[in-house]
């Protein structure tokens, strides 16, 4: 059975550049990092080189990229040192984040080390920047984690606004950058964020590896404590052949940016323009089919009467690759929590969530919507 793969969200296929620069970190350059011998600075070469790649992209130092095993641990590292080291008493952010969000604020909120506040939503799902900014004037020493690009409804925070304000209120500002990082161009010179989060498999890179940027004025106590690597902060053996394929993938995607981003956005133009002529009523939930979202996502509640889990089922049958929500929470029975926080579920009505790539093809789409139009017959 052909897929036709349409969760680009969840995850990116690895792109075969950067499979062929991780093969050698594989077999032949396989030293460990730490070791003094020449297989060894091999390593450790390799790792620098890597991390002076990602910097540059970034536009900030080497010194303030830390290599992780992806964006969850990232962004549990952010919180926890916020808490612990930085004096933050309260965190500030949406129901609509990552679970790695969501569930460590809920978890440190009942521990008694932080109070837990959450920013009111516009309908569609935005953050209100007014209700943010009197959180900010009425509660002091706060972390304030918001999300750039919301990986089920495509909503974008305004990151630079929400930079300025949490600087001008003297908060920590974090934000998991994991659905738009090789998507969008960050200058974190410019950017006054004090962390900030990404995965290598969302951007055509391996699974497993991911990084944070944490600014050189921040200093916090290592959450995994070992052999001193990444300067202290993470302890363990580098994910070497990881680090070095999620370096060329960020280099692949700031390389060819534009022209990715015209083709996933054409495709997913496309592929709601011919959902709402297939399917009169559909509703598109969030900010996903306005043309200032996120360019890879698209939510929808089709509007005849069918069970979610069923007609997700039925795609996966016919070969169709899509979700109904986070790949993190799979298996939820209670739905899309980013969904039920807007007021977007709706019972008895199939939600998908569509994400494109740079290799989604519009016969792909047309596939797709075949499909879908004799399944909802």
Do not use: W
């Given at each position: 059975m052909k897929s036709i793969y349409l969760d680009n969200a969840a995850t990116t296929p690895v792109a075969p550049e950067v499979f062929e620069a991780m093969i050698p970190y594989?077999?032949?350059h396989f030293g460990n990092p730490s070791s003094s011998h020449h297989l060894g600075r091999r390593s450790k070469t390799a790792i620098e080189t890597s991390r002076r790649i990602i910097a540059k992209a970034l536009n900030c130092q080497p010194n303030e990229i830390y290599f992780t095993s992806g964006g969850t641990e990232a962004d549990n590292l952010a919180m926890h040192a916020a808490v612990r080291d930085m004096g933050c008493q309260h965190i500030i952010t949406t129901p609509i984040e990552h679970s790695a969000i969501v569930k460590t604020a809920e978890l440190l909120d009942q521990q008694g080390k932080a109070k837990l506040h959450f920013v009111r939503l516009t309908e569609n799902g935005s953050v209100d920047l007014k209700h943010l900014e009197e959180l900010l004037q009425t509660n002091a020493h706060c972390y304030v984690t918001l999300m750039h690009g919301n990986n089920e409804?495509?909503?974008?925070?305004?990151?630079?606004?929400?930079?300025?304000?949490?600087?001008?209120?003297?908060?920590?500002?974090?934000?998991?950058?994991?659905?738009?990082?090789?998507?969008?161009?960050?200058?974190?010179?410019?950017?006054?964020?004090?962390?900030?989060?990404?995965?290598?498999?969302?951007?055509?890179?391996?699974?497993?590896?991911?990084?944070?940027?944490?600014?050189?004025?921040?200093?916090?106590?290592?959450?995994?404590?070992g052999g001193g690597q990444e300067r202290g902060l993470r302890g363990g053996t580098e994910n070497l052949a990881g680090i070095v394929g999620l370096a060329k993938a960020i280099e692949l995607a700031y390389a060819e940016l534009e022209e990715h981003q015209q083709h996933i956005s054409a495709m997913k133009q496309y592929m709601r323009e011919r959902l709402e002529k297939s399917f009169p009523g559909i509703v598109f939930n969030g900010n996903s089919a306005s043309a200032e979202s996120l360019y890879t996502v698209l939510n929808c509640t089709f509007p005849t009467h069918s069970n979610s889990d069923m007609f997700l089922f039925l795609m996966d049958l016919e070969g169709i690759c899509a979700s109904g929500g986070s790949a993190c929470s799979s298996g939820a029975t209670k739905g899309s929590h980013v969904l039920s926080a807007i007021d977007a579920l709706r019972t008895g009505q199939a939600s998908v969530r569509f994400s494109f790539g740079r290799y989604t093809t519009k016969e792909e789409i047309d596939e797709t919507m075949a499909i879908l139009e004799r399944l909802m017959r």
């Open positions: 594989l077999t032949e409804i495509a909503n974008l925070l305004p990151l630079q606004e929400v930079a300025e304000m949490c600087k001008q209120y003297y908060a920590v500002f974090h934000s998991d950058t994991v659905q738009t990082m090789g998507h969008y161009s960050f200058d974190l010179q410019k950017t006054p964020v004090m962390m900030l989060n990404a995965a290598a498999h969302k951007f055509h890179g391996p699974k497993g590896i991911g990084f944070i940027y944490i600014n050189r004025s921040v200093k916090i106590q290592p959450d995994i404590t």
